[in-house]
């Protein structure tokens, strides 16, 4: 695997993906108006900004100095992992989000696995990969439920009734 060609395309990619959430989120206003909503939107927001932002630490660090890639994958997994779990406690108690829970709580587990792999890399030997391999492979992960999350989103789950679209 060539690990800078991989993280310069996966940082440009989610990048592009937050630039086309933020169009649009731009295109919904009434989105913002709503608290629960605003914390849904910027969930999905972070979905596609943390794991970009990891991406360009990969980039900098690179395998010849694992510290500045690892020190920036554990910042970011821990406010990743920390968001998430907030979004789910505050969806839990305004009764809101019942749709996205289990979704909620696959992207807290893979934001601690980030943080652990870049707190503890000799992790990745047990399966085989280096450790800035398996970090690739918990943000394609990352990414991927960040689809789903907009996917799920977009078809009214997650949302206040009020705010979902009309079931055809």
Do not use: K
């Not at 060609?5 to 990048?15: H, I, K």
């Not at 500045?68 to 009764?95: K, N």
């Amino acid at each position: 695997m060539d690990v800078s060609t991989f993280y310069a395309l996966f940082a440009a990619t989610c990048f592009t993906l937050v630039g086309l959430w933020w169009n649009v989120v731009q295109s919904h206003p009434e989105w913002l108006r709503v608290p629960a909503l605003r914390r849904v939107v910027g969930g999905i927001y972070l979905s596609f900004l943390l794991p970009a932002l990891m991406g360009l630490f990969a980039q900098v660090g690179g395998t010849e100095q694992p510290g500045i890639w690892r020190s920036g994958f554990i910042v970011a997994a821990v406010v990743g992992c920390a968001s998430t779990l907030r979004l789910l406690t505050r969806e839990r108690a305004d009764g809101t989000g019942s749709g996205l829970r289990w979704h909620r709580i696959a992207v807290a587990v893979l934001y601690a696995l980030v943080a652990v792999v870049g707190a503890a890399p000799e992790i990745a030997d047990a399966v085989g990969l280096r450790p800035i391999q398996a970090e690739a492979l918990l943000l394609i992960l990352l990414v991927m439920l960040g689809h789903a999350l907009v996917w799920r989103f977009m078809a009214g789950e997650g949302r206040p009734a009020e705010s979902a679209p009309p079931s055809p």
